[in-house]
């Protein structure tokens, strides 16, 4: 039988990745641009990219615990001897 802890860190941490995913994934984008300056003669616009804002940061953030916590569960249980009967 796998160790009671190593399981529920491996859930909790997969439960952290799901969160992440699911915040960078719903999380409204923060676009602007400059609109001060005549179009370039060539006739090519130049379009700002998107920025991330807290909850894209917070995400992230969240996300990547996730993974610490669920590499290392799973790890821990890939690694660890079996027991001899």
């Known amino acids: 039988m796998l160790p009671r802890h190593a399981r529920s860190l ?4 997969l439960a952290f990745v799901t969160v992440g995913v699911a ?26 990219g998107v920025v991330l804002g807290t909850v894209h940061l917070w995400g992230a953030a969240v996300g990547a615990v996730g993974l610490v916590v669920a590499g290392w569960a799973a ?3 890939a690694g660890r001897r079996a027991r001899q009967p």
């Open 23 to 48: 915040m960078l994934a719903f999380a409204p984008t923060n676009q602007f641009g400059w609109f001060a300056y005549a179009p370039l003669p060539s006739g090519d616009a130049f379009m700002p």
């Open 10 to 13: 491996l859930v909790v941490g």
């Open 75 to 77: 790890g821990y249980l």
